[in-house]
């Protein structure tokens, strides 16, 4: 199996508290690994460092074994370009419709003819069931056609990697299913990812893997099989009860 | 009779002097837009030597009133390094130069009042810094700017009469004249002031219809 991509020891300190410390993974082909921990955990940080949104303070990132030099702008963005990025709060373009938000990239850093920019934005709507919305501006989509978007926005740039941080924890519950049955599809797609969530039902289905951060750490890392089962004395277990618990259902 | 038949016949004189007031005005909004847009921008993202460049011209142009900078450029500089403009142009100049420092805070209030995430969205696609900046960044915060800059062009507006005392012979300068060769200081004064009135009124009008062509579907509840 060949490494798409290598996260390795990499460390962030703000003042003298340590957000990540010393945190390393890897990922290959089919991966799908979930982030799971409390708030402040460092999840979010850990995503935005793996394509250089926030430059870690020690570390290094392997993008198909080769290591990213972030001195050079050319390869920051080469890096950026194949790993995908979904943001909670969506961030579209507020002042383009939904398609130009998807075409904006692809013709400013893919270098593609508007023509054919627009073809694949069309192809990539109506993957997300949204082709019928191209001509709206994100103040006229709701949330959950917002997240559509910004995934369709991502995969037109036909990513090697997505990274994918609480893609639904902004939406109210009604529009979560229609997000996640995107990313479900994507993920049975083979589409490697890594995602910071808490919907318990993807998690158990789907990931390969679960990584339990708490304070800057990976402290759990396993199959959710193994991590989740009933009566496992794991971290992310006793977290995922209190989770459900909130939720007022049984795990 | 004898004041409203001094005005009538006056009155091209001192028209003429309107077209000399927004040929000033427009210059010097467009050469403060020009300045203020990168002026902005350096201020948001540039190195800190940058950034603090930009703040001591700001500081200086915004800290100096109006007719000492004109009076300081037009007399002063500009007869020192040998630049021999006729009045208007050293006014559009340096009212252009004033301007830009005003315009550039406004664009900064509205670059700064952007979302962090709109940016980030444009690095997490590969774009490079020029490209978000040309292409998410100054689209939005543009049209947020229009409100703030349209009181900079009023505001400019009635400090080109300050260009009066340079000779620019725009409307205040006309009208002066006009008042003191006929005596009629109070009517001559009221029509100046009148056509400062409608110019500020058109203005705001233009402007107005740019912010309703540009503004973004949806985005907005009123305009």
Redesign the interface.
Known sequence: MTTLLSVKNISVTLGNRKILDNVSLDMHAGDLKVLIGPSGAGKSTLL?CI?H?ITPDEGEIHLEGKKINTQS?AEL??L??NV??I?Q?F?????LTALDNIC??LV??RKLSKDEAQKRARKELDRVGLSNRAG?????LSGGQKQRV?IA??LA?QPKILLLDEPTSALDPELVGEVMNVIQDLAKGGMPMIMATHQMDFVRSLATEVLFMEHGTIIEQDTPKVLLADGAKTRTLDFCSKLNNLKGCEL | METLKTIYVNLPYILEGTYVTVLLVVGALALGFCLGVPLAIAQVYGSPIIRRAVGLYVWFFRGVPILLLLFLFYFGLFNVIGLNLDALTASGLVLGLASSAYQSQIFRGSIQSL?L??F?????????DR?IIK??IL??AL?LSIPGWSNEFSILLKDSALCFAVGASEIMARAHFVASRTYEYLPLYITAGFLYFLITLAGIRILRRVERKFA????TLSV
């Open positions: 935005q394509n949104l702008n963005c080469h950026r370009q995908g990025m943001f709060d961030n579209l373009f507020d002042h904006l990239a400013k850093v709206l501006y994100p103040a006229q910004a926005r991502a740039m | 979302p995430g709109q980030k969205a444009g690095c997490a696609l590969g774009m490079t490209q292409n998410i689209p939005q049209r973004i579907p949806g985005y």
